[in-house]
């Protein structure tokens, strides 16, 4: 049976883009809604292709579970802290559609806007042009054929780091974000670090002595530490902190 390679035919009409991006700006830089309309149709695309792709492994190893996944979000129980944020978006999809195909629009929705959004508060006029690039850089469409759920998570993180001036605001986006995947907690740590320190040499202190504890190998019984002070168990968050 032969299955359409979508993360290619994405590729290509995204290059394809791209190079009709590059000739507008050089012979009419001055049409922005030229560059209004490329937008919105390479985020309709990009939505349609991640969206509608066919469930199978051929296309992300993952993708036949989370069409699992959709398809019997009702039968679901709550898996636990590590999980509840995206258990109950399954959920939503199943009321809201029906289908997993369904869930997969949506939730390409909310992934393709969200870092539509972050580049455009970011690049602000080269919005278009970082956008391409970003589509066409490697890992991008696993992070939704594959891993659906850390893009989900990393996407809406984008969207709290752009509202970083509304704290309450940027605080619910990143627990929404760590309740879909707990990884993303390092990161949020991570910032909240950069924030409160000030003098660049603690940071690169704290970051040399985290290193040489990773390899040391002693992040093993941190793991256990963590998981008996905050009760989160999840294999691919004790994987990160292992290096593994």
């Excluded at 509840?84 to 959920?91: I, P, Q, S, V």
Aim: charged fraction near 10%.
């Amino acid at each position: 049976k032969n299955i359409m390679n979508y993360p290619l035919l994405f590729d290509c009409i995204m290059v394809f883009t791209l190079c009709f991006a590059l000739f507008i700006a050089t012979t009419q830089p001055k049409i922005p809604h030229t560059y209004i309309g490329i937008n919105i149709a390479i985020i309709i695309i990009a939505i349609l292709l991640f969206g509608l792709a066919p469930a199978t492994e051929e296309v992300g190893t993952d993708r036949p579970n989370y069409d699992y996944m959709f398809s019997h979000a009702n039968e679901m129980y709550n898996w636990g802290f590590r999980d509840a944020g995206f258990t109950y978006f399954l959920k939503f999809c199943n009321v809201l559609t029906g289908t997993s195909t369904g869930g997969f629009i949506v939730s390409a929705i909310i992934y393709i806007l969200c870092i539509f959004y972050f580049y455009n508060k970011s690049f602000n006029h080269y919005t278009l042009y970082v956008l391409l690039l970003a589509f066409l850089s490697l890992g991008f469409t696993n992070h939704y054929y594959n891993v659906l759920r850390a893009g989900l998570s990393i996407s809406i993180l984008l969207v709290a780091y752009s509202k970083k001036q509304h704290i309450a605001i940027a605080i619910c986006l990143s627990l929404i974000a760590i309740s879909f995947h707990i990884s993303a907690l390092l990161i949020v740590a991570g910032y909240i670090i950069t924030i409160w320190v000030k003098n660049p040499k603690f940071l690169y202190c704290f970051w040399g002595v985290m290193l040489l504890a990773l390899l040391a190998g002693i992040f093993d019984s941190f793991e256990q530490y963590l998981n008996l002070i905050t009760s989160v168990e999840d294999d691919r968050f004790n994987q990160y902190l292992s290096g593994n």
